[in-house]
């Protein structure tokens, strides 16, 4: 077990917290000031919340002496990514009343709203508990928003998965009340004994946690990039269990060789409701117990894996649960993107999935998405489903009411929209980075669509522009934006400089490797018409532009 003996300070604030309460109603009450007191910044994000500052104004501020321009960042746990249209009019208006209005997708299937001031965190979190919504667990060490397959056409067992991700939320969930006092006023707890908290204990996670359930064959979900990744086994059209693998994460530190993206390795698989959610749950006490609590860069599960070593690390697992894994089940995936337009399930109803640029739901010159979706919305026809490629899926239509809900599409350009995306652009993520994120080196949703546009002729000249090819960009190396796993990725160095990454598979089993260091957008270009102009005339029939890469050589996997 862990003896970490110099605890990094994070650690001291968890456990001093009051089970993370900390100072946050003396923060909220000081007026001086549009941040909150440093200590409650480590604390506010196991309530759902990120404090940031808009970098934009950061000089300007500065050379005037006043105090950057501090906001907040609220994410909402949605297991599973699902929303009733009482649920998005809700959100529509709570974006507008207390946020930039950006309605963000992230890539953990659930929504964050940006630019709240301190002044407004209350009465966002209130407004969102009147429609049952909560931000509670969204960041912080402990187990963030449990993701699964998005859309029910895949396949007859959807439904069942989805049920699962809200088990596993509701598993993992921490058992302070914090939230509850804090931000909606409830009386504190008279008997501190009813939070407390086996799972978690007062020491919470080393790291933060990251759960996945994919649906065979496909991986919309990256699987194996997961602390905890969950691959359906269906035999007979009955979901039988779940082949279980640990240890996935991709963030990294420039310069730092100890830091790696890792994917996920199987264990085995585990039979059954009962041992899969017990299974889940030792695998989060194995890493409470035994993580890296002194170097936060080195405290993800998938260091304490290697750490461990597989082998040792199934043993204690097996120990914890009482039951051996059985033999991992054959599986295959073939898809990662999500499949836009129309499409029916086995049920008969309809689902049409709607492109969002890096998951960016606003009204702007291209199309009024946001006007668009409430409209949606408000026929209370259609429910909202989230995917981990930024997208939203506008869900359960009945046929009856099919032609409705087309027509609102046709009339505000959503089907235009998402029929004139190209292959590359569909296929795209980005993280958030500037104006907002505080690690941000390097601009990414702002500035990829801009790039896209300037690879997409490179594409036509090769005749190559319908080749899904996954591009991938973070404006830092911590991945949220899950870079490393894209066939070609780049990493922000410095503004307006990436590291390029090649190599990556099309379906998530293969990470990609470094090609090129810190190149600007004319580089950038310089080389991907050189090795589009490779890849056109040397590739196999059917080969991927990431297996290519390999086989090339471009890069050493």
Not at 160 to 174: H, M, R, T
Request: hydrophobic share 35%; glycine share 8%; charged share 25%.
């Amino acid at each position: 077990m862990s003896t970490n003996k110099n605890l990094s300070p994070i650690e001291k604030i968890k456990v001093e917290s009051n089970a993370l309460r900390g100072t946050l109603k003396e923060s909220l009450h000081d007026e001086v000031t549009g941040a909150i007191r440093e200590d409650d910044t480590a604390l506010i994000k196991f309530h759902g919340m990120y404090q940031q500052d808009d970098r934009d104004r950061r000089e300007e501020r500065s050379a005037k002496k006043l105090e950057w321009l501090y906001s907040y960042m609220v994410r909402l746990r949605l297991p599973g990514g699902f929303l009733s249209p009482q649920q998005w009019e809700g959100l529509h208006h709570i974006a507008g009343d207390h946020s930039t209005g950006v309605i963000k997708i992230t890539t953990r299937q659930t929504i964050q709203l940006h630019g709240i001031l301190k002044s407004h965190i209350k009465p966002t979190l209130q407004a969102f508990n009147t429609i049952h919504l909560d931000a509670i667990a969204a960041c912080g060490d402990v187990n963030r928003n449990v993701v699964c397959g998005a859309h029910p056409k895949q396949s007859p067992i959807h439904e069942e998965v989805f049920q699962y991700a809200g088990k596993l939320s509701q598993l993992a969930l921490p058992k302070t009340k914090a939230y509850y006092e804090v931000w909606l006023n409830e009386k504190p707890l008279v008997d501190k004994k009813e939070e407390e908290d086996p799972l978690y204990q007062e020491r919470y996670l080393p790291r933060k946690f990251k759960i996945a359930i994919a649906i065979p064959p496909h991986n919309d979900v990256d699987v194996f990039t997961n602390d905890l990744g969950l691959i359906a086994i269906v035999e007979k059209g009955k979901l039988i269990g779940f082949n279980i693998a640990v240890g996935g994460g991709l963030g990294t530190t420039h310069g730092n060789a100890s830091t790696y993206p890792r994917l996920g390795t199987i264990l085995g698989f585990v039979r059954g409701e009962e041992k899969t959610l017990k299974a889940a749950y030792e695998v989060i006490t194995v890493q409470r117990d035994f993580g890296n609590r002194s170097d936060r860069k080195l405290s993800r599960l998938k260091y304490t894996v290697d750490k461990m070593g597989v082998e040792a690390f199934k043993a204690e697992l097996e120990k914890r649960c009482g039951f051996t894994l059985e033999e991992a089940k054959p599986f295959t995936f073939n898809h990662r993107p999500d499949y836009y337009g129309w499409h029916q399930n086995h049920e008969g109803k309809w689902y049409y999935t709607v492109f969002s640029e890096n998951g960016r739901i606003l009204d702007d010159d291209q199309v009024a998405l946001k006007t668009a979706l409430l409209e949606v919305a408000k026929t209370g026809k259609a429910n909202f489903r989230f995917t981990c490629n930024q997208n939203v899926i506008i869900s359960d239509i009945e046929q009856k009411d099919k032609k409705a809900v087309e027509d609102i599409l046709q009339q505000f350009g959503i089907i235009a929209h998402t029929e004139k995306a190209g292959a590359i652009r569909r296929s795209a993520i980005a993280c958030v980075a500037f104006n907002t994120c505080p690690l941000a080196l390097a601009e990414a949703q702002r500035y990829l669509p801009t790039l896209i546009s300037k690879i997409e002729p490179l594409m036509d000249k090769y005749k190559i522009s319908d080749d899904e090819i996954s591009i991938r960009m973070t404006g830092c190396p911590n991945g949220c934006g899950r870079p490393y796993a894209a066939e070609i990725g780049f990493v922000g160095t410095a503004y307006g400089q990436y590291n390029m990454h090649l190599g990556g598979d099309r379906d998530g089993f293969r990470l990609n490797k470094k090609y090129k260091d810190s190149l600007d957008e004319t580089a950038i270009l310089q080389e991907l018409d050189n090795l589009f102009g490779i890849y056109s005339k040397k590739r196999k029939k059917g080969e991927t532009f990431g297996d290519f890469a390999v086989r090339e050589q471009w890069v050493t996997i």
